[in-house]
C-alpha cells in the first residue's frame, strides 16, 4: 500500500465520509475534514481517540463555491497539499416538479452534489498538476445511472457528477493526477435509513470504506461498490428507454424532502 500522507475528505462528520476517515486513520493516514457540523468532528474524533497531531477540521458548506473553495485553501496553509481528495458531501432528498417548492429542494440537491464536488476538487488541482501525483475521489451513485422515481434531483445531480469526473479525468491525463468516479450502491448510511424501498445488497459504512480504499489505492477510473450493484448498474445502462419505464413503473417514489423548523 502507498506509504500513508493526507487525505481531505469532505462530509466528514457522518456515514461514508465518517467511515473512509476512520478507516484512512487507523492505516497512519494524516486528516483533513471538512463539515458543516465540525463540533460533531470533533466530538467523534475525541470519542475515538485520535491524536490532535494527525487530523484537523475545516468547516465547509460545499453547496457554496467560496465556502468550500476556502475549505481547501485553509487545508493547503495549514496541512499542505493532500495526496487524496475524497469530494463526499452529498445530500439525498426526493422531489416532485410538479410542486413549486420542490424546485428550490432541487437546486441545493445540485449546489451540493455537483458543483460542491467540482469546488472541493478546485483549490488541489493545479496544485497537484505541479507536483506530478495526487488522487481526486468522486463519490458519485448507482442512482446516476438512470433515472428512479422520486430522485430527479438526486438521479439527475449524480449523472452530472459522473460525466464531471469523466472530462475531469481525461483533462488530466498524463499530468499524474488521477480522478476516480466512485459510485456507492446502498450504504447503511443516515441517508438510506429512511428509504421506503428494499435497499439490495446494503453494505455497512466500514466495509464501504474497506472496499472504496483498495479502489482509490489502485487509482482505478470508474468502480461501482458492491460489484453485484456494478453488475445491475451495467445492466441500467443497457436497458432501452421503454423496458426500463415498465421496470420502474409503480415503484415506491423516494419521499419528498420536507423542510423541519
Known sequence: M???????ITGASSGIGQALAQHYYQRGWS???VARRTQVIEQWAQSVGMDEQRY???EADVSLIDSACHAG???LE???LPDIVIANAGISWGVDTSLREDLDVMQQVLACNTMGLAASFQPFITPMVVRGSGRLVGICSVAGIR???GHAAYSASKAAAISYCESLRVELQKTGVSVTSLLPGYIDTPLTQNNPYPMHFLLTSPEFARRACRVIERKARYVVIPWQMGIAGRVMRMLPAWIWDKVTQGKTRKP???KKD
Do not use: D, E, F, M
Not at 502507498?2 to 481531505?8: A, F, H, I, N
Open 73 to 75: 485553501q485553509a487545508c
Open 56 to 58: 484537523a477540521v475545516y
Open 78 to 80: 495549514r496541512q499542505g
Open 2 to 8: 502507498t506509504k500513508p500522507g493526507l487525505v481531505y
Open 31 to 33: 486528516l483533513a475534514l
Open 256 to 258: 419528498r424532502y420536507l
Open 147 to 149: 433515472g428512479l422515481p
